[in-house]
């Protein structure tokens, strides 16, 4: 006499199929965009009536576009913002205020995971 033996497939496809989500699980690869940063100071010593133009040198990102005119003293922030690990230099344009000369102090590094603030354009 022949038996037939009859093995239950239901079980095992089950724990396959859970998904699980312990070791082994694949990593989240829908994470947002990767934050960006502002770059930005102050300006002090700019005598009234005069503006002074500045720029992000920054040619990993095109950045030597982003130009801005600051009309008196006080903060200022570039309008492009620029991920961890990039690189800015903050310059004067070309053409310095009448009768006045402007530096800038703090005008270079790579920014971290805050925005850069302590850029210090010095008119005299």
Known sequence: MIRTVIVPFCAPLVLVACGGGGEGAAPDTHAGPPPVFSIGGTVTGLAVGNDVQLADNNPSFLNGKDALTVTSNGPFR????LPTGAT???????????AQNCSVESGTGIVAVADVTNVVVACS
């Open 88 to 98: 800015y230099a903050v310059t004067v344009v070309i053409t310095q205020p009448v």
């Open 78 to 81: 570039f309008n492009l913002l």
